[in-house]
């Protein structure tokens, strides 16, 4: 065995990487090559720079763009006993240095960074005293201007290796096209082309397309006829909410999950999904992104997607198990004409996008000249009543300044409450024994939190407060009282994105919108929309061979999904027909029924033939329709 196959047994408890996994590992590590990975949703991205950066001294920094996913994989190292801190915005300056500082002392082996954090002061003073071993870029796609996902910060990236010249890349990513795969490439400064890249095809997931009116009873006879965990994705919040009451109004265990939601609710939902206790989760594309629940069955989408890479990344996230699974696509004109509408929302004129700067600058009371570097709490709702924008314009314009290179966002980030001791334990004691109403909550403290002289450790005040049966008010009050006789650094819980001016405020006259930020990206965008609209369209080549050629590769006709399908009874199935003719024939002799309570028994899945051969029937007068609605079988 490999010292990377012993160290993937050692902390993930498997016998064998998945393939291309340790060819890439060796690329990085053995040869110290500059290395791009694509690989489909499900690949296991994270442990292709976390096995060859725990088998080389230093530390891996790590540059993601999420900060709920880079959290998740802090937390997931720590519970391995691998120690690792994360540096995003939100952050104090005491956090911030602490996470460096162990870095620096070679305590920690992962550093994850927002991009947004590159080229601080701090960290350019801090890198310099890291031994840093692999410069990991997960969502290497947001380098892209051609990608569907551009982040202006990601291009800092490539000013890094001036800092960092031994250090071979590892760029990771899941949906890239050629075009942009050769970008991300050129834009991290490769020393030579490397890409590994596993095919796209996924043998196991079996694509149908449906155009629909009534998309909620459709949903619902997918999830009767096709049993196991499910993800609905929809496009706003308020119809994620509508999608689960519906659900659960047909007793189907669901509830919804969106970025507006708070995090002890996200939290809890989320862990009550990949426990099975919730078998349907309705959810914005919020939700999925680093979950790693390989017994998915079913992913419906309600809405249209924008683009192929976020349809076949969010589709992608069904049947990692390799068994059988389905992703499901509902649409209907009116969701092309929204998509067609979603264009002039996502490129807002230039004079609007000039308006929503300069009320950024009154927002926060900026002069001309000031600003750069700051990082300011925004709530977008807030922003857009104050000055009668619309939130989805509003929303693109900020995309749009954010890739010209004036402001950074942020996603919505909770931020758990935390504490850490300012005094030393000699110290601690002489004030305990001078204050003797804190000793008994200090105690709770230094018995409950280990670390808490040296590191800031997270802390639950409504945990404590109903093991102590008392309010969570009388915790708060202890923990600010503290805070302020200078005892502990006490970091309340708080919940909210933040914008960040990359540069000073300047007089939105003088606002460069370059072209390639707005009139090409327009183009490309149009470009997905099209994509989108034409795979949903077109129902002569196999929904995979679709989704394959769009990027890139190619691949036989799957044979199950919907084209697939259809093809085989244009050609006639007698079997199934016979099959179908006789299940239909014996639901009937029970009770007469409505076609969709028939199709239901039948099965989602066959519907569109067995439509064929119930309409086969009743032309033939074998049933026949009553006014009330029900077919009935005809005994004469």
């Known amino acids: 065995m490999s010292i990377y196959s012993d160290i993937l047994k050692k902390y993930w408890g498997y016998d064998s990487f998945r393939p291309l996994q340790e060819d890439i590992i060796r690329s990085v590590a053995d040869f110290g090559k500059d290395t791009l990975g694509l690989l ?195 496009r706003n919040r308020k119809r994620t909410k509508e999608a689960a009451e519906f659900l659960q109004s047909k007793n189907i265990s669901a509830d919804y999950f969106h970025a507006g939601i708070t995090q002890e609710w996200k939290n809890f939902r989320q862990e009550q999904w990949k426990k099975g206790n919730i078998r349907v989760i309705c959810a914005t594309n919020a939700f999925g992104m680093g979950i790693d629940k390989p017994d998915v069955r079913v992913v419906v989408h309600l809405d249209l997607p924008d683009s192929i890479e976020g349809y076949f990344q969010e589709a992608g996230r069904a049947g990692r198990d390799e068994k059988k699974s389905y992703a499901v696509l509902l649409y209907n004109q009116n969701d092309i004409s929204n998509l067609k509408r979603n264009l002039t929302n996502s490129f807002p004129e230039k004079k609007y996008i000039r308006q929503v700067y300069k009320a950024l600058g009154e927002y926060y009371q900026l002069a001309f000249g000031v600003g750069e570097g700051g990082v300011f709490p925004f709530r977008l709702y807030d922003f857009a009543t104050r000055f009668n924008f619309n939130q989805v314009q509003v929303f693109s314009a900020l995309k749009i300044l954010q890739r010209n290179g004036y402001i950074e966002t942020t996603d919505e980030n909770t931020t758990k409450a935390k504490f850490k001791f300012l005094v030393d334990r000699q110290d601690l004691y002489k004030f305990q024994v001078k204050n003797t109403a804190f000793d008994y909550f200090i105690k709770i403290l230094l018995r409950g939190f280990e670390g808490v002289f040296s590191d800031y450790v997270e802390i639950d005040e409504d945990m404590i407060a109903r093991r102590e049966k008392c309010k969570v008010e009388v915790i708060y009050g202890y923990m600010n009282k503290l805070s302020s006789q200078n005892i502990i650094s006490y970091i309340p819980k708080k919940t909210t994105p933040y914008l960040i001016f990359s540069q000073a405020r300047i007089d939105e006259k003088n606002l460069i919108i370059k072209p390639e930020t707005y009139e090409l990206l327009k183009e490309k965008y149009q470009a997905r929309i099209n994509a989108m609209i034409k795979y949903c369209l077109n129902s002569e080549v196999c929904r995979s061979k679709q989704l394959i050629s769009y990027f890139g590769q190619e691949s036989e006709d799957c044979g199950e999904c919907d084209v697939c399908r259809s093809k085989k009874e244009r050609v006639g199935n007698y079997r199934d027909f016979d099959k179908i003719f006789d299940e239909v024939y014996n639901i009937l002799k029970q009770n007469a029924l409505t076609l969709e309570e028939i199709l239901s028994y039948l099965g989602e899945f066959k519907s569109d033939f067995a439509k064929n051969v119930i309409t086969k029937m009743v032309n033939d007068g074998v049933i026949f329709l009553q006014d009330d609605g029900k077919l009935y079988l005809n005994d004469n």
């Open 40 to 234: 489909p949703t499900g690949g296991g991205k994270s442990i292709i720079f976390q096995v060859p950066a725990l088998a080389k001294e230093g530390v891996c920094i790590v540059i993601t763009p999420l900060i709920a996913l880079m959290k998740d994989q802090v937390e997931n190292l720590k519970q391995r006993n691998i120690r690792a801190v994360a540096v995003y915005s939100g952050m104090t300056q005491q956090e911030i240095v602490s996470a460096f500082d162990s870095c620096i002392l070679g305590s920690t082996k992962f550093l994850y960074l927002s991009p947004e954090r590159l080229f601080t002061p701090l960290f350019i003073e801090k890198i310099k005293q890291i031994n840093v071993n692999i410069l990991a870029v997960d969502e290497a796609h947001c380098i892209s201007q051609w990608g569907y996902d551009f982040r202006p910060s990601y291009l800092k990236i490539a000013e890094i290796r001036q800092l960092l010249p031994n250090v071979p890349i590892l760029a990771l990513t899941a949906t890239a096209t050629k075009e942009v795969a050769e970008d991300i490439q050129d834009k991290l400064l490769f020393k030579e082309k490397n890409l590994f890249q596993k095919s796209f095809e996924r043998k196991n997931l079996i694509y149908i397309v449906r155009n629909v009116d009534d998309k909620d009873n459709y949903m619902l006879r997918i999830l009767n006829s096709q049993l196991g965990t499910g993800i609905v994705y929809v």
